[in-house]
Every structure is written in structure tokens, then in C-alpha cells.
């Protein structure tokens, strides 16, 4: 009666406790704490530092943490979590989803337990009507587990493109991944990239880094490290609802960073300008993030706050191309126009447009990409402002924007020129005469009046269908 033997300990209550105790330390490190020294020697987050890292303190619950792979031919190596760490927290007290890839198992590859982890928690989300953050560090599929492994991906794929335009997918590449993943990824709403450790590969001996993903718009956010990189994703979930039913959370107004549109416009009308000095006339101080700056830079995409309240910005750049409309400014356009319009986030268009500046040989694909940017505007229910500054002209004007597109208020400064083609002497004084325009105001009262403007227009929400449409490149 003096000692119990170990089978006899773990047989009670108290045993037990200790044994799962003991199980789910094994999840913290299950390559051993060895590896995660080496990886914080590096200046590098786990993949759990990462998720504790983004959600608020103290408030994960994991999901499948004792999950381990089935795959018989590799009995002798079956790593807890299975390289997945999967669960549900708050961002700011808001519910979140998420999950993050363990590249220290099998290098991160995603086999059967793994993918039915990262589905399951997705499946969660859309239940919940809550956002799901995919942290990415892998290499493809586990080629070991087969057919398996693809089924699991073909699962994956189909939950994330029925759940788009429902709940916000936001994800995170970490570092490098390639193969199967790079779909997930780019399912998303938005990509935030880890400069320089995170590229996207499909195939071995592509050329990959995390600059070609900016400058091709697959990477709509460069940061310097995972850290930053956590920050931003936070960022933009504060920009979006919960889910398609919920409308964008207000937080306090704010004063703009920049007070004198009168001169924000050159005299010359051939004369470029930065149309961030207009932005910062309008939006709140430093309350703007915006997306794929390296892609199409004619073309200006942003979330941002004005009084308080989240809109989208959508802004000719006359620094670039004089603010033309090319192909790739065309998608990017639309495709932010139709991630605003999902997720109930008023559009605020910024137009200064002299026409199309077609790429070479690529006139017709100008004509297409633009039918979907103009298809994207006239089917949007969202609420939707522009501000003409300088020229608006044909039929690029129009996908921007315009009144019998849908926008239910437009401005124009008296500099604006509006058109059906450039000519000397345009002005905004006969498309006020028609009804084209709302109000020609002073640049000055340009804040003032889409504050009050967004006001009466914030809750224009369509909810006669389930869901809008995805938010899918096309």
C-alpha cells in the first residue's frame, strides 16, 4: 500500500490530469523546444508565437491540438498538431478565426489531418459569421499521403470560394509556400507578405519572391516581418464587418492629416500630383492602409476612415500614367470595388481620368477587364461618392463612378473637367446643368460634405440574398 505503480497512477483521476497536462505541453513544442530556440535565435516566430501574437491576450481556444497524421507509411513520425495550429480567438475583442501552418513539420506540408484541421476551423468561421486569418508557411501537398492529401485541398478550395463575399479571408504568408497552398492564398481577400522570407512558388524552378507578388497584385501588403506583418492583418480587420451582415465598426473621428485642398491642384492641367495630398484632405489622420501599392500604381486602393466611419478609397493616380486606365488598373479596380461592396464598406471615388492608356497589343483586354469594372460599379449596393478634381472624360470616367452608374453622390471641384471626350474649355458646369453632378463645391468643403454624405448613406445595405457575390480575381 506504500507505492503505486505507474499503470495503477495513471488509472486515477489525478494521473489522468497529469498525463494530459503532459500531452498538451507536447503541443508547444513538438519538434522540441530545441527547434523553437533555433527559430528565435533567427529573429523568427513560431507558428503559435504568431497566432498568441495576433489574437487578443488570453483568448484562444484551440482546436484539434492533439491531432495527429494517420498516413501508415510513416508510423514512426507522427508530431502532435500535425503541423497545424488551429482555433478561435478576439482581434480587439472581436471573434476571430485562425490558423497557422508549422513549417517545422514536414516542412509544412498539408496531408489529410492537417487539411481537415484547416477546414474544420473554417467551417467554424462561416458558422460563426466570423473572419478567418490563414497564416501560410508551406510546402504544398504531403506527396507522401497521396490522394489524400489533393482531397483534402479540393475540400478547402470549395469551402473558401462559397464562403467569399461572406466572411472576410485574410491571409498571411510567413514565409515561403508553394505547390497546392499558393491557391489558398489567393482565394483571399487580402495577402499580407513577410518581405523577403515570404514568396509564393507553384512549381519547383519558378521564379518567386516576395517583390514579384507585390508588382503582380497577388501581395496586396509588404512587411518586414511577422510582427508587422500580424499588425497589418489586425488592421484591415478592423476596416471590414464580421461578415456579410454585419455593416463596418465606427471608431472615434479623427481630423485630417491635410487641411488645404484649395492647392492641391496644380494651375497647369498638364501638370501630375500626388493624389495622396487629396486623400489626406479628406480621410482621417493616418488612418489609411492601402492595398497592392506596387501593382497598377495609376490606380490608388485603400481602406481608410472618414469621421470615424470605414470607407474604401478608389483614386486615380495622375503621378503614374497621368491616372489612366489600363488593363491591370482595370481588375485592380474592380476587384476592390467588389471586396467593398460584400462587405458594406461605402466606396469613395477620388476621379481624375483622362482616358485609357492601353498596354501594347492589349486593347481588347482593356475592353474586358473595364467591362468588369464597370459591372462591378453598377451592380454595387453599397454606398458610393466620388469627387471629381480634374478631368473625367468618356467612357473611363464612367466605370469610376459616375451618377447614372449608381453613385449616389457626386462632387465636383470647380477645376473638374467632365466630358465625352478631352476639349479645351470642359468644365463641371454642364453635367451640373444636367443632373450629372450633385453639387460643384470649393475643394475646402470636400470633408465636410461626404461626412454628411456618409452619414445618410452608411447603412444602404442590400439584403434581399444570402450573399452579394465572391470577391474572386476574374
Avoid at 506504500?2 to 488509472?11: D, G, L, Y
Avoid at 497598377?296 to 486606365?325: E, I, K, Y
Avoid at 470616367?397 to 476639349?423: N, S
Amino acid at each position: 500500500m506504500s507505492t503505486m505503480t505507474a499503470s495503477t497512477t495513471s488509472a486515477t483521476t489525478s494521473g489522468k490530469i497529469a498525463d494530459l497536462h503532459k500531452r498538451l505541453a507536447e503541443t508547444r513544442a513538438p519538434r522540441g523546444e530545441e527547434a523553437i530556440r533555433q527559430l528565435h535565435d533567427a529573429g523568427r516566430m513560431t507558428a503559435r508565437d504568431m497566432v498568441y501574437s495576433l489574437l487578443d491576450d488570453g483568448s484562444f481556444v484551440e482546436i484539434d491540438a492533439l491531432a495527429r497524421h494517420r498516413s501508415p507509411g510513416n508510423k514512426e513520425d507522427r508530431p502532435v498538431t500535425d503541423g497545424v495550429v488551429s482555433g478561435h480567438g478576439t482581434v480587439d475583442g472581436r471573434p476571430v478565426c485562425v490558423f497557422a501552418q508549422d513549417a517545422s513539420i514536414f516542412d509544412g506540408q498539408v496531408g489529410e489531418v492537417a487539411g481537415e484541421k484547416i477546414l474544420k476551423v473554417m467551417q467554424l468561421a462561416v458558422k460563426s459569421g466570423s473572419p478567418i486569418v490563414g497564416i501560410y508557411h508551406g510546402a504544398g501537398a504531403r506527396v507522401t499521403e497521396g490522394m489524400a492529401s489533393l482531397e483534402a485541398f479540393t475540400k478547402i478550395y470549395r469551402l473558401q470560394s462559397r464562403a467569399s463575399g461572406v466572411i472576410p479571408q485574410i491571409a498571411m504568408v510567413a514565409g515561403a509556400t508553394s505547390g497546392a497552398q499558393v491557391f489558398g492564398v489567393s482565394l483571399s481577400d487580402v495577402v499580407v507578405e513577410v518581405a523577403g522570407r515570404a514568396q509564393l512558388r507553384l512549381s519547383e524552378g519558378d521564379e518567386a519572391s516576395s517583390d514579384l507578388d507585390a508588382t503582380s497584385g497577388t501581395a496586396h501588403i509588404l512587411t518586414e516581418d511577422e510582427r508587422t506583418a500580424l499588425d497589418a492583418v489586425a488592421d484591415v480587420l478592423a476596416f471590414l464587418p464580421s461578415n456579410n451582415r454585419a455593416v463596418p465598426l465606427s471608431s472615434e473621428s479623427g481630423e485630417p492629416c491635410a487641411h488645404d485642398l484649395n492647392a492641391a491642384i496644380p494651375d497647369e492641367a498638364a501638370t501630375t500630383y500626388d493624389v495622396n495630398a487629396v486623400i489626406d484632405g479628406i480621410v482621417d489622420c493616418d488612418s489609411v492602409v492601402e492595398l497592392q501599392p506596387r501593382y497598377a500604381p495609376n490606380m490608388l486602393t485603400a481602406f481608410a476612415r472618414v469621421d470615424g466611419r470605414s470607407v474604401g478609397v478608389l483614386a486615380n493616380q495622375p503621378s503614374q500614367q497621368a491616372g489612366a486606365l489600363d488593363v491591370d488598373a482595370a481588375e485592380k479596380a474592380a476587384r476592390f470595388v467588389r471586396l467593398c461592396d460584400a462587405f458594406n464598406v461605402p466606396l469613395l471615388s477620388i476621379v481624375d481620368v483622362p482616358g485609357f492608356q492601353p498596354n501594347s497589343g492589349a486593347e481588347e483586354a482593356v475592353v474586358r477587364r473595364t467591362a468588369k469594372l464597370l459591372g462591378a460599379v453598377a451592380n454595387a449596393s453599397v454606398g458610393m461618392i466620388s469627387v471629381i478634381t480634374r478631368k473625367a472624360y468618356g467612357t473611363a470616367y464612367l466605370a469610376l463612378g459616375a451618377k447614372r452608374m449608381g453613385t449616389d453622390f457626386v462632387f465636383a471641384w470647380p477645376t473638374a473637367e467632365i466630358a465625352a471626350a478631352e476639349v479645351d474649355g470642359a468644365s463641371p458646369y454642364e453635367a451640373a446643368a444636367r443632373g450629372l453632378v450633385d453639387a460643384v463645391i470649393p475643394p475646402d468643403q470636400t470633408r465636410g460634405k461626404i461626412v454628411e454624405a456618409l452619414r445618410l448613406i452608411e447603412r444602404k445595405v442590400d439584403d434581399s440574398h444570402t450573399r452579394k457575390h465572391d470577391t474572386i480575381a476574374f
